[in-house]
C-alpha cells in the first residue's frame, strides 16, 4: 500500500484548504476557501474567497468547484490534495445545503480528484512524533512558516467571536490578512509535504520497488443521469434565482420557492450521504477498518449453524473491537456490492456477543454465502422504491406545471 494513492507530479494540482467554525448559525461556516496551485513552470500562487455570510459562502463554493472543473478541462490527470477528510466533507455539505454543483461535485468524487495526504501518510511512513498533524510533520520536510502559530491561533479565535455573535462587520482588515496568511501556510505546508512523499516514494522505487500509481478518469456519471441532473439543476436555478442565501430577509414567497427548489432531487442528495460512507470504508485498509465503529475486521469462520428455507446461518468469531452493528443490520463484506440495487452479496445482522467475540450472519439471499473476513453497514437503498421514485418525479412534474 506505501505510496499507491499518489498520482504522478503534475504542474495543474491543486492544494487545498479550508478554514471553518462549526458553531456559526445550525450548521457551521467555512468563512474562508484557500489553495495553492502550480503553474507550467511549478511556482506556487497562492488564491483564496473570503466567505462571512451565507450568500458568500454559497458563492464561495461555487467559485472554487467552477475554478476546479475549468482547471480539470484542461488538465485532465490533476488532483486535489489535502491533510485529513475534513475539506471533500465539507464540499459535500455545502452542496447539500445549498443544492448547487451537485454534478459537479459527483465528478471529482467518482474521478478520485482528492487525495488525503494523511491518509497516505498514516500508510507509508513511520515518524517519530506524538501525532500525525500537518504542523508536526513539517520537521521531516523542513518547511518554514511565514506566521508564528500562536498568532494564527489568535486571529481565529477573534474571527470565530465575530461570526457567532453575527459581528462580520467588525473583522478588519489586519484580521483578515493574518487568517489568509496561515491559511496560505496550510495549503504550501501540504504542497511541500506531498514533494517530500514523491522524494520518499522515488527513492524506494530506484531501490527497486514497483509502486503502481492509480489511472485518472473523468468521473462522468451516465447520459441518463447527467440530462436528469442537467435539467432539475436549471429549473432549482431558475426559482432560487435573486433569493438571499440567508433565510433571515426572505419573504414569505421567496421562502416558498426556495423550498421548491430544495425539493428537487432531494431524494438522490440526501441518498449520496449514504453510498459516499460506504466508498470510503470500503476504501479503508484492513487495520484501518478495526478503528472503524460502522465495520467489523479480521472475521474467522466458526462454523454453520443450519439452514431455513434454504438461507444458511454462519457463526463468526472475530477480534476486539468496537463496533455500532447492531442486531438485523444488513451489512456486506468490503468491496463485495457493485450493483446498486442488488441485495446478492449482503447480509443480515443477525445477533453479536461482543464480549465473547461472537457473531452471527444470515444470507438475505438463498445464494451461498462465501466466508467473510470484514463486515461494513449497508444503509443504501438497494433496491429502488417505487413509490419513492414515482414520489420524487411526480414532485419536479408538479413544480415545473
Known amino acids: 500500500m506505501v505510496f499507491r494513492c499518489c498520482r504522478s507530479l ?55 468547484v467552477d475554478w476546479v472543473m475549468a482547471r480539470w478541462a484542461n488538465e485532465p490527470a490533476m488532483h486535489i490534495y489535502h491533510f485529513t477528510p475534513y475539506e471533500p466533507s465539507a464540499l459535500k455539505r455545502l452542496m447539500g445545503r445549498y443544492a448547487t454543483r451537485e454534478d459537479e461535485i459527483d465528478r471529482m468524487l467518482r474521478g478520485r480528484l482528492f487525495i488525503d495526504l494523511h491518509t497516505v501518510l498514516k500508510r507509508a511512513i513511520r ?67 506531498r514533494n517530500w512523499l514523491e522524494r520518499e516514494r522515488l527513492a524506494l522505487e530506484h531501490a527497486g520497488t514497483r509502486l503502481p500509481r492509480p489511472q485518472p478518469t473523468d468521473g462522468a456519471p451516465s447520459e441518463v443521469i447527467g440530462e436528469r441532473q442537467r435539467q432539475t439543476a436549471e429549473l432549482a436555478e431558475e426559482l432560487v434565482k435573486g433569493i438571499s442565501a440567508d433565510p433571515e430577509p426572505r419573504s414569505e414567497e421567496e421562502a416558498a420557492r426556495w423550498l421548491l427548489a430544495n425539493l428537487l432531487g432531494w ?60 442486531a438485523e443490520d444488513t451489512v456486506c463484506q468490503k468491496g463485495e456490492t457493485k450493483a446498486p440495487h442488488s441485495h446478492d452479496d449482503s447480509c443480515s445482522y443477525v445477533e453479536g456477543n461482543h464480549h465473547a467475540f461472537l457473531l452471527l450472519l444470515r444470507r438475505i439471499r438463498r445464494r451461498y454465502p462465501k466466508r467473510r473476513q470484514h463486515l461494513i453497514t449497508l444503509e443504501l437503498e438497494l433496491e429502488l422504491d417505487p413509490y419513492r421514485q414515482n414520489r420524487s418525479q411526480n414532485t419536479e412534474e408538479r413544480i415545473q406545471n
Open 10 to 64: 503534475l504542474s495543474g494540482d491543486i492544494f487545498f484548504d479550508l478554514e471553518g467554525d462549526p458553531f456559526v448559525g445550525v450548521g457551521g461556516r467555512e468563512y474562508l476557501f484557500g489553495f495553492v496551485c502550480e503553474n507550467q513552470e511549478g511556482e506556487a500562487a497562492y488564491e483564496s474567497r473570503w466567505a462571512l455570510t451565507a450568500g458568500e459562502e454559497r458563492r464561495a463554493f461555487e467559485w472554487f
Open 127 to 193: 515518524a517519530g512524533v506524538e501525532q500525525y498533524s500537518l504542523k508536526a510533520l513539517e520537521v521531516f520536510h523542513g518547511f518554514r512558516r511565514q506566521l508564528p502559530l500562536e498568532e494564527a491561533r489568535t486571529a481565529m479565535r477573534q474571527m470565530e467571536h465575530s461570526l457567532e455573535l453575527s459581528r462580520v462587520t467588525e473583522v478588519d482588515e489586519s484580521l483578515r490578512k493574518t487568517i489568509a496568511l496561515y491559511n496560505a501556510d496550510d495549503c504550501l505546508s501540504t504542497r511541500s509535504l
Open 267 to 326: 431524494h438522490r442528495r440526501e441518498s449520496k450521504a449514504d453510498w459516499w460512507e460506504y466508498f470510503r470504508l470500503t476504501a479503508m485498509t484492513d487495520e484501518e477498518l478495526l478503528d472503524e465503529k460502522s465495520a467489523l475486521s479480521g472475521l474467522c469462520f466458526v462454523r454453520r449453524l443450519g439452514l431455513q428455507r434454504k438461507i444458511p446461518t454462519d457463526r463468526y468469531s472475530f477480534p476486539n473491537q468496537e463496533t455500532d452493528l447492531r
